[in-house]
C-alpha cells in the first residue's frame, strides 16, 4: 500500500472538517430564546422570536408598536431560513423545512442509512442550499458495504469525505470509498486521506472530481478489516478560491482559481494560501531548485551551499564538499543532480582528529526522499566502509580520522528521479572515551568498547554484565560456577544423575552450557525451566546434543508458556544442553530442573504403568524388545520390514527395498501397505519419453493418502526428480514430466496412515512434436510439455497451450497489470505477504462467452505453495487500496480438495476479466505459475472423460453443459453428455 509521508511525521494526525462554515450551533442566543421555544417547535410552530421579533412573548400590543418591532426584525436582525449563512448557524438553505439536510434551526440534519442499501438501492444523498449532502451510516461486518447516490445538475467539482459522525473526532476504523457512473462503471478508489484512514476525495488529490459531469453518481464504502460504527458521508459541491483566500493542500474545500494556487501550506494542518506562483510560495516549479521556508533553500529559490562540477564520476575527480548551511542536518552539505542509473557522482571530505559517527542524507528541495538513491562511503584507499541498501537511508558508521569519499547513485530511472535536484549532507558527531561525558540517547556516543552509565562513558570489562568483544559471557560478577567464570569465559556445569534444582543467573548474550554422563542402559531425562516462585521469568530455549549432533529442541510450552520442558529417552553415553533466553537483561530467578527416570531394558515389561523402553529398544506387547528385520516395525539401519522374511514381495529378506520392473508401464495392482514401507519400481529409458504415473483405485478414485518419488540414478547416486502428494485425484499423486534417456526409479508409500490396496498407472509414451498428428483419446499418445492434442480441420495435432512467459513487474496495479492469453502458462513470483510485492493483478480477455480456468501451481502438476486467487471487480481495485478490491472480490478460491494452490472455473461473457494471486499467511517468496485455459463444453450425446484428470495433462475433460452430466459403462473411461 502507498502512503502519504512528511517529513519528521511519526503518528498518525487526526483532523475534523472545515468548509469555511462556522461550526457553532444553532441556539446560541444569549437570553436562550430558542431554547424556550422548543415544546412549540416540537409541536410543528417556530419560535415567534424568528418569525416576528417576538412580539407577544413580550408583552407588546397591536398597532404601531407592533409593527415597529416587526419591521426592525425583518431589516435588521438575522434569521434562520433567510438563506444567509449567520452567526450561530451551522447552515441555512433557504427554509426552515425539516428533513432536507438543513433543520429548522440551521443546524446539520445528516441522513441516516436505511438497510438494505446495496448497489441497487443506495441511499439518496440530497444537497442543501450551500452544496452539501451527507449521511450517517454503519458498516455493520466486515463484508458490509453501504451505497449511495447523488445527482449533480451540472458540472462541479466535488469532495467526497468519510469521517467519525462527530466531525471531529479521529476516524473510527478503516473504511475506503469507490465512485462509479449511474451505469456502474468505476471511476475512482480511495482508501485513505492524506492525514487520516478514512478516506478523503477531493480535487487536490484526485483530478477526476475537477468538473464533475452533470449527472447520477454512486458511491460505496466498505470497512478494510473490521466493522466500523459511528461514521459519516459528506458529499460537497466545492466554490473555486480567489487570490489570498484559505484553501486545503487537498482541495477538500475547493480549488484555488487560475492563476492562483495553494501555496504555503502547513504540513501538519494541510491549511494554506491561494497565491500566484513564484518563488515562495513552497511549490517548486520549473526552473526553482527548490522552495520551501528551510534555511537550505536560498531567496532566489535555489539549493545553497556548494553545487556538484562534472565530472566528478570517479573518486580522483570528486568534488569538495562546503560548510552546511543547515547544521542540524550536517557538517557538510553539496547540491547534486543525478542524470541516470549509470550516473556515479562522488564527493571528498576530511574528518576531524578522534572518532566520530558519520551520518549521511539525502534530500530533495523539500526535505524529502528525492527516490532510489543509494551511496557508498570508502576510505580515501577505495576501501568500504559503509553502504545503504534502501533508498534514501541514512548512513550511519564510526569512524577514525582521515579522508573519506562519498559515493551516491541512482538504483532506478523512474520518471521525476533523474536530474531531480537534490541536497547531501554529512553530519559528524564526536565518539568520547572513557571518563567523558555521554548521553545514554543521543550524542555524544562512547567509542567501542565502552557504555554511557550515568552520563559517563565506561569502559569494557569482566562483570560489569555487558558483553565485550572479547567476552564469551558476562554475569555481572566475578564469580565462578554460575555459568560463566571470573575471566568471563562460558562454563559447562555438570547435571548428572540425580538431578535437582539448579538456579541460574543467565545473561542475554551467551547460551548456558550443561554436560551429563549416563550409564547404560540410559535413563528418561526431563529438563524443565521455571521461576523461584513459580512464574515463568522469562522466554527461554532448551536444545539438546550428542556431540554436534541436535537431538530435541523445545522453545515454549505447549500451552503457550514462556518456559520449556524437554523429555527425552537417551542411551548411555556423553550429551551436552544449551539453554538461553530471549528477555533483554539479567534474568536472576531461573532454576532449571533435572530429573532422571529409570528405563526398561530388553526383556522387560513395558506399557502404561512401567517405565519407557530403553532407546534401542520398543514396546512390542507388553514386553521391551530390540528392532528386527520382520517383526513389521521399522528399525533406525531398515529401509523396509513388512513383517516377514521373505523376498521378492518388495521389501527383502535383510529388510531392503526391492524393485518391482516397470517395463513399458502398465497397471499394477498393489495390496495394501503399511506406513512404513514402500513399494519401488524401477525403470530405465534409451530415449526421451513422456512420463505419467498416479495412483488410484482401479476406477478412478482415490483410496487413500499416498505419495509418490521419483528419482534418477546419476554420479553413483540416486538424484531426486520429481515429488508429488496431492496432484492426482483429491489426496492420490501424480507425476506427468518428460524424462530423458537413463535409470529411473519409482517409490510410492502411504502419508500419515497405512495405503489400502491401489493400482498404479503408468505410462512411457513417445512424445509428439508441435504439430505433430495425435489421438486425444489414445492414453499411449502424448504431445509434448505445454502442447496438447487438438482437433482441427485437418485432424488432430498438437498445439501450444501457450508460451511460457516470465512476469513482468510491477504488475500489482491496473496501469501495470499483466495480461494473459488464453491457454497459457504464466511465470510469476510473489514477495513474501507483507512486502511491496505482495499481490499479483492479472487480466484475460475472452472474445466470446467460454468456460475459463484459470489456477495457480507450479506448470507440471504440482503445487509450490498456498495461494488465494480472487476473481475482481476492477472498478474496485487501486494501487493504494488493493484490500478493499479483495474483500469484495466476485469469486475467491483457497484451496483445491487438500491442495494449497487455487482454482477458479466459471462460465464467463465475453470481455476483460482481472484475477488477483496472493500469497497466504507466508513470509516468504513464492514462485508459481498461473494457468489460464478454455474449457470447452460438451453437449448432449457428445463424448465425455468420466474420470476427473488434471487438466494440464489431459485434453479431453468432462465438461457437460448445465442440466447435464457424462454417464460411462462401469470400468470405462469414456461416456456421453446426458441429462440425470
Same mark, same amino acid.
Given at each position: 500500500?502507498?502512503?502519504?509521508?512528511?517529513?519528521?511525521?511519526?503518528?498518525?494526525?487526526?483532523?475534523?472538517?472545515?468548509?469555511?462554515?462556522?461550526?457553532?450551533?444553532?441556539?446560541?442566543?444569549?437570553?436562550?430564546?430558542?431554547?424556550?421555544?422548543?415544546?412549540?417547535?416540537?409541536?410543528?410552530?417556530?419560535?415567534?422570536?424568528?418569525?416576528?421579533?417576538?412580539?407577544?412573548?413580550?408583552?407588546?400590543?397591536?398597532?404601531?408598536?407592533?409593527?415597529?418591532?416587526?419591521?426592525?426584525?425583518?431589516?435588521?436582525?438575522?434569521?434562520?431560513?433567510?438563506?444567509?449563512?449567520?452567526?450561530?448557524?451551522?447552515?441555512?438553505?433557504?427554509?426552515?423545512?425539516?428533513?432536507?439536510?438543513?433543520?429548522?434551526?440551521?443546524?446539520?440534519?445528516?441522513?441516516?442509512?436505511?438497510?438494505?442499501?446495496?448497489?441497487?438501492?443506495?441511499?439518496?444523498?440530497?444537497?442543501?442550499?450551500?452544496?452539501?449532502?451527507?449521511?450517517?451510516?454503519?458498516?455493520?461486518?466486515?463484508?458490509?458495504?453501504?451505497?449511495?447516490?447523488?445527482?449533480?445538475?451540472?458540472?462541479?467539482?466535488?469532495?467526497?469525505?468519510?469521517?467519525?459522525?462527530?466531525?471531529?473526532?479521529?476516524?473510527?476504523?478503516?473504511?475506503?470509498?469507490?465512485?462509479?457512473?449511474?451505469?456502474?462503471?468505476?471511476?475512482?478508489?480511495?482508501?485513505?486521506?492524506?492525514?487520516?484512514?478514512?478516506?478523503?476525495?477531493?480535487?487536490?488529490?484526485?483530478?477526476?472530481?475537477?468538473?464533475?459531469?452533470?449527472?447520477?453518481?454512486?458511491?460505496?464504502?466498505?470497512?478494510?478489516?473490521?466493522?466500523?460504527?459511528?461514521?459519516?458521508?459528506?458529499?460537497?459541491?466545492?466554490?473555486?478560491?480567489?487570490?489570498?483566500?484559505?484553501?486545503?493542500?487537498?482541495?477538500?474545500?475547493?480549488?484555488?482559481?487560475?492563476?492562483?494556487?495553494?501555496?504555503?501550506?502547513?504540513?501538519?494542518?494541510?491549511?494554506?494560501?491561494?497565491?500566484?506562483?513564484?518563488?515562495?510560495?513552497?511549490?517548486?516549479?520549473?526552473?526553482?531548485?527548490?522552495?520551501?521556508?528551510?534555511?537550505?533553500?536560498?531567496?532566489?529559490?535555489?539549493?545553497?551551499?556548494?553545487?556538484?562540477?562534472?565530472?566528478?564520476?570517479?573518486?580522483?575527480?570528486?568534488?569538495?564538499?562546503?560548510?552546511?548551511?543547515?547544521?542540524?542536518?550536517?557538517?557538510?552539505?553539496?547540491?547534486?543532480?543525478?542524470?541516470?542509473?549509470?550516473?556515479?557522482?562522488?564527493?571528498?571530505?576530511?574528518?576531524?582528529?578522534?572518532?566520530?559517527?558519520?551520518?549521511?542524507?539525502?534530500?530533495?528541495?523539500?526535505?524529502?526522499?528525492?527516490?532510489?538513491?543509494?551511496?557508498?562511503?570508502?576510505?580515501?584507499?577505495?576501501?568500504?566502509?559503509?553502504?545503504?541498501?534502501?533508498?534514501?537511508?541514512?548512513?550511519?558508521?564510526?569512524?577514525?580520522?582521515?579522508?573519506?569519499?562519498?559515493?551516491?547513485?541512482?538504483?532506478?530511472?523512474?520518471?521525476?528521479?533523474?536530474?531531480?535536484?537534490?541536497?547531501?549532507?554529512?553530519?559528524?558527531?564526536?565518539?568520547?572515551?572513557?571518563?567523558?561525558?555521554?548521553?545514554?540517547?543521543?550524542?555524544?556516543?562512547?567509542?567501542?568498547?565502552?557504555?554511557?552509565?550515568?552520563?559517563?562513558?565506561?569502559?569494557?570489562?569482566?562483570?560489569?554484565?555487558?558483553?565485550?568483544?572479547?567476552?564469551?559471557?558476562?554475569?555481572?560478577?566475578?564469580?565462578?560456577?554460575?555459568?560463566?567464570?571470573?575471566?568471563?569465559?562460558?562454563?559447562?556445569?555438570?547435571?548428572?544423575?540425580?538431578?535437582?534444582?539448579?538456579?541460574?543467573?543467565?545473561?542475554?548474550?551467551?547460551?548456558?552450557?550443561?554436560?551429563?554422563?549416563?550409564?547404560? /542402559? +540410559?535413563?528418561?531425562? &526431563?529438563?524443565?525451566?521455571?521461576? #523461584? %516462585?513459580?512464574?515463568?521469568?522469562? @522466554?527461554?530455549? !532448551? $536444545?539438546?546434543?550428542?556431540?554436534?549432533?541436535?537431538?530435541?529442541?523445545?522453545?515454549?510450552?505447549?500451552?503457550?508458556?514462556?518456559?520449556?520442558?524437554?523429555?527425552?529417552?537417551? /542411551? +548411555?553415553?556423553?550429551? &551436552?544442553?544449551?539453554?538461553?533466553? #530471549? %528477555?533483554?537483561?539479567?534474568?536472576? @530467578?531461573?532454576? !532449571? $530442573?533435572?530429573?532422571?527416570?529409570?528405563?526398561?531394558?530388553?526383556?522387560?515389561?513395558?506399557?502404561?504403568?512401567?517405565?519407557?523402553?530403553?532407546?534401542?529398544?520398543?514396546?512390542?506387547?507388553?514386553?521391551?524388545?530390540?528392532?528386527?528385520?520382520?517383526?513389521?516395525?521399522?528399525?533406525?539401519?531398515?529401509?523396509?520390514?513388512?513383517?516377514?522374511?521373505?523376498?521378492?514381495?518388495?521389501?527383502?529378506?535383510?529388510?531392503?527395498?526391492?524393485?518391482?520392473?516397470?517395463?513399458?508401464?502398465?497397471?499394477?495392482?498393489?495390496?495394501?501397505?503399511?506406513?512404513?514401507?514402500?513399494?519401488?519400481?524401477?525403470?530405465?529409458?534409451?530415449?526421451?519419453?513422456?512420463?505419467?504415473?498416479?495412483?488410484?483405485?482401479?476406477?478412478?478414485?482415490?483410496?487413500?493418502?499416498?505419495?509418490?518419488?521419483?528419482?534418477?540414478?546419476?554420479?553413483?547416486?540416486?538424484?531426486?526428480?520429481?515429488?508429488?502428494?496431492?496432484?492426482?485425484?483429491?489426496?492420490c499423486p501424480r507425476i506427468d514430466r518428460p524424462l530423458g534417456p537413463g535409470r529411473y526409479q519409482l517409490a510410492v508409500y502411504g502419508v500419515d496412515d497405512d495405503l489400502l490396496a491401489y493400482t498404479l498407472h503408468a505410462r512411457l509414451q513417445p512424445q509428439r512434436e508441435p504439430g505433430a498428428a495425435c489421438d486425444p483419446l489414445a492414453e499411449a499418445d502424448a504431445c509434448t510439455s505445454g502442447h496438447a492434442c487438438r482437433a482441427t480441420a485437418a485432424g488432430a495435432t498438437c498445439v501450444s497451450l501457450g508460451a511460457l512467459r516470465d512476469q513482468q513487474e510491477p504488475d500489482d496495479f491496473t496501469e501495470d497489470v499483466r495480461p494473459v492469453a488464453p491457454d497459457t502458462i504464466?511465470?510469476?513470483?510473489?514477495?513474501?505477504?507483507?512486502?511491496?510485492?505482495?499481490?499479483?493483478?492479472?487480466?484475460?480477455?475472452?472474445?466470446?462467452?467460454?468456460?475459463?480456468?484459470?489456477?495457480?501451481?507450479?506448470?507440471?502438476?504440482?503445487?509450490?505453495?498456498?495461494?488465494?486467487?480472487?476473481?475482481?471487480?476492477?472498478?474496485?481495485?487501486?494501487?493504494?487500496?488493493?484490500?478493499?478490491?479483495?474483500?469484495?472480490?466476485?469469486?475467491?478460491?483457497?484451496?483445491?480438495?487438500?491442495?494449497?494452490?487455487?482454482?477458479?472455473?466459471?462460465?464467463?461473457?465475453?470481455?476483460?476479466?482481472?484475477?488477483?494471486?496472493?500469497?497466504?499467511?507466508?513470509?516468504?517468496?513464492?514462485?508459481?505459475?498461473?494457468?489460464?485455459?478454455?474449457?470447452?463444453?460438451?453437449?448432449?450425446?457428445?463424448?465425455?472423460?468420466?474420470?476427473?484428470?488434471?487438466?494440464?495433462?489431459?485434453?479431453?475433460?468432462?465438461?457437460?453443459?448445465?442440466?447435464?452430466?457424462?454417464?460411462?459403462?462401469?470400468?470405462?473411461?469414456?461416456?456421453?453428455?446426458?441429462?440425470?
Amino acid at each position: 500500500m502507498k502512503r502519504w509521508m512528511g517529513l519528521g511525521l511519526i503518528a498518525m494526525l487526526a483532523w475534523g472538517c472545515d468548509d469555511g462554515e462556522s461550526g457553532e450551533g444553532p441556539g446560541g442566543a444569549a437570553d436562550g430564546s430558542v431554547v424556550a421555544d422548543m415544546d412549540r417547535l416540537d409541536q410543528g410552530a417556530l419560535p415567534d422570536a424568528l418569525v416576528d421579533g417576538g412580539a407577544e412573548d413580550r408583552g407588546v400590543g397591536d398597532g404601531a408598536a407592533d409593527a415597529q418591532v416587526d419591521g426592525a426584525a425583518d431589516m435588521a436582525a438575522p434569521r434562520c431560513g433567510d438563506g444567509t449563512l449567520d452567526d450561530g448557524e451551522a447552515c441555512d438553505d433557504g427554509n426552515v423545512d425539516a428533513g432536507d439536510g438543513c433543520d429548522p434551526l440551521c443546524a446539520w440534519e445528516p441522513q441516516a442509512t436505511v438497510e438494505p442499501d446495496g448497489r441497487d438501492q443506495p441511499l439518496a444523498l440530497r444537497f442543501d442550499g450551500n452544496g452539501r449532502a451527507e449521511a450517517t451510516f454503519a458498516l455493520e461486518s466486515r463484508m458490509d458495504a453501504d451505497w449511495f447516490r447523488f445527482t449533480l445538475d451540472a458540472a462541479s467539482d466535488v469532495s467526497i469525505e468519510v469521517m467519525h459522525v462527530d466531525g471531529v473526532s479521529p476516524c473510527p476504523g478503516d473504511p475506503s470509498l469507490s465512485l462509479y457512473t449511474e451505469d456502474a462503471a468505476p471511476v475512482l478508489t480511495v482508501a485513505d486521506g492524506l492525514r487520516t484512514i478514512c478516506p478523503v476525495a477531493a480535487p487536490g488529490t484526485h483530478p477526476l472530481l475537477t468538473g464533475l459531469a452533470a449527472g447520477t453518481w454512486t458511491i460505496r464504502v466498505s470497512p478494510a478489516i473490521e466493522p466500523i460504527p459511528d461514521l459519516r458521508i459528506v458529499v460537497r459541491k466545492l466554490p473555486r478560491l480567489g487570490d489570498g483566500e484559505g484553501c486545503r493542500e487537498d482541495g477538500v474545500s475547493g480549488l484555488c482559481d487560475e492563476p492562483t494556487r495553494c501555496g504555503r501550506t502547513d504540513l501538519l494542518t494541510l491549511e494554506g494560501q491561494c497565491l500566484p506562483a513564484g518563488c515562495g510560495d513552497w511549490l517548486r516549479d520549473e526552473g526553482e531548485a527548490c522552495d520551501a521556508p528551510e534555511a537550505y533553500c536560498s531567496d532566489d529559490c535555489n539549493l545553497a551551499g556548494a553545487t556538484e562540477v562534472e565530472p566528478n564520476d570517479t573518486p580522483a575527480q570528486a568534488n569538495a564538499m562546503g560548510p552546511s548551511t543547515v547544521p542540524q542536518l550536517g557538517n557538510w552539505q553539496i547540491a547534486t543532480t543525478l542524470s541516470g542509473v549509470e550516473d556515479r557522482d562522488h564527493f571528498k571530505l576530511t574528518l576531524p582528529p578522534g572518532v566520530v559517527d558519520l551520518q549521511l542524507h539525502v534530500f530533495d528541495g523539500f526535505l524529502f526522499c528525492p527516490g532510489g538513491v543509494r551511496a557508498v562511503v570508502t576510505d580515501e584507499d577505495g576501501a568500504v566502509l559503509g553502504r545503504t541498501d534502501q533508498a534514501c537511508e541514512t548512513l550511519e558508521l564510526e569512524a577514525l580520522p582521515g579522508g573519506r569519499v562519498v559515493q551516491i547513485r541512482l538504483a532506478t530511472d523512474d520518471v521525476g528521479v533523474p536530474n531531480r535536484p537534490m541536497l547531501l549532507f554529512v553530519l559528524t558527531v564526536p565518539r568520547v572515551g572513557q571518563g567523558e561525558a555521554c548521553a545514554a540517547i543521543g550524542f555524544p556516543r562512547c567509542r567501542a568498547g565502552a557504555w554511557c552509565v550515568d552520563n559517563r562513558c565506561i569502559a569494557d570489562v569482566c562483570g560489569d554484565g555487558r558483553l565485550g568483544p572479547d567476552e564469551g559471557c558476562d554475569d555481572g560478577n566475578l564469580a565462578p560456577g554460575d555459568g560463566c567464570d571470573e575471566a568471563c569465559a562460558v562454563e559447562v556445569q555438570a547435571i548428572d544423575p540425580p538431578g535437582g534444582d539448579f538456579p541460574l543467573r543467565a545473561p542475554p548474550e551467551a547460551a548456558l552450557r550443561f554436560s551429563l554422563a549416563l550409564r547404560e /542402559p +540410559g535413563a528418561q531425562v &526431563t529438563f524443565e525451566t521455571l521461576g #523461584r %516462585d513459580g512464574v515463568c521469568p522469562a @522466554d527461554t530455549r !532448551l $536444545r539438546l546434543f550428542a556431540g554436534d549432533a541436535l537431538l530435541a529442541e523445545v522453545d515454549d510450552l505447549e500451552d503457550g508458556g514462556l518456559c520449556a520442558v524437554l523429555t527425552h529417552v537417551l /542411551p +548411555g553415553g556423553d550429551y &551436552t544442553l544449551l539453554l538461553d533466553h #530471549r %528477555d533483554r537483561g539479567f534474568v536472576d @530467578d531461573l532454576i !532449571l $530442573r533435572v530429573s532422571y527416570g529409570p528405563v526398561s531394558a530388553v526383556g522387560e515389561p513395558c506399557g502404561p504403568e512401567a517405565p519407557p523402553c530403553a532407546a534401542e529398544a520398543f514396546c512390542g506387547g507388553d514386553t521391551c524388545r530390540v528392532h528386527a528385520c520382520g517383526d513389521g516395525i521399522l528399525g533406525p539401519d531398515e529401509e523396509c520390514d513388512d513383517g516377514n522374511l521373505v523376498s521378492e514381495d518388495g521389501c527383502s529378506a535383510e529388510c531392503i527395498f526391492e524393485a518391482s520392473p516397470l517395463g513399458d508401464g502398465g497397471d499394477f495392482q498393489r495390496p495394501d501397505l503399511s506406513f512404513e514401507d514402500a513399494d519401488v519400481f524401477d525403470f530405465e529409458l534409451v530415449e526421451a519419453r513422456r512420463f505419467r504415473a498416479w495412483t488410484d483405485n482401479g476406477a478412478g478414485r482415490c483410496n487413500g493418502d499416498a505419495a509418490m518419488d521419483l528419482e534418477r540414478f546419476e554420479d553413483g547416486a540416486w538424484q531426486l526428480v520429481a515429488s508429488d502428494d496431492d496432484g492426482g485425484v483429491t489426496i492420490c499423486p501424480r507425476i506427468d514430466r518428460p524424462l530423458g534417456p537413463g535409470r529411473y526409479q519409482l517409490a510410492v508409500y502411504g502419508v500419515d496412515d497405512d495405503l489400502l490396496a491401489y493400482t498404479l498407472h503408468a505410462r512411457l509414451q513417445p512424445q509428439r512434436e508441435p504439430g505433430a498428428a495425435c489421438d486425444p483419446l489414445a492414453e499411449a499418445d502424448a504431445c509434448t510439455s505445454g502442447h496438447a492434442c487438438r482437433a482441427t480441420a485437418a485432424g488432430a495435432t498438437c498445439v501450444s497451450l501457450g508460451a511460457l512467459r516470465d512476469q513482468q513487474e510491477p504488475d500489482d496495479f491496473t496501469e501495470d497489470v499483466r495480461p494473459v492469453a488464453p491457454d497459457t502458462i504464466v511465470r510469476a513470483r510473489l514477495e513474501d505477504m507483507f512486502g511491496a510485492d505482495s499481490i499479483d493483478l492479472f487480466a484475460i480477455e475472452l472474445v466470446a462467452p467460454a468456460r475459463l480456468r484459470v489456477e495457480t501451481g507450479d506448470g507440471d502438476g504440482g503445487c509450490p505453495g498456498d495461494t488465494l486467487l480472487h476473481r475482481l471487480d476492477p472498478g474496485l481495485w487501486d494501487a493504494e487500496d488493493a484490500d478493499t478490491a479483495i474483500l469484495a472480490a466476485f469469486v475467491t478460491s483457497d484451496d483445491t480438495d487438500n491442495l494449497r494452490c487455487s482454482v477458479l472455473e466459471e462460465d464467463l461473457p465475453a470481455g476483460i476479466h482481472w484475477y488477483a494471486v496472493e500469497e497466504y499467511e507466508r513470509d516468504e517468496a513464492l514462485s508459481y505459475a498461473l494457468m489460464a485455459r478454455i474449457l470447452p463444453v460438451r453437449g448432449a450425446g457428445e463424448a465425455c472423460d468420466a474420470v476427473l484428470r488434471n487438466p494440464w495433462d489431459v485434453p479431453w475433460f468432462d465438461r457437460c453443459g448445465q442440466g447435464l452430466r457424462c454417464v460411462a459403462q462401469p470400468g470405462q473411461a469414456l461416456g456421453t453428455c446426458q441429462a440425470p
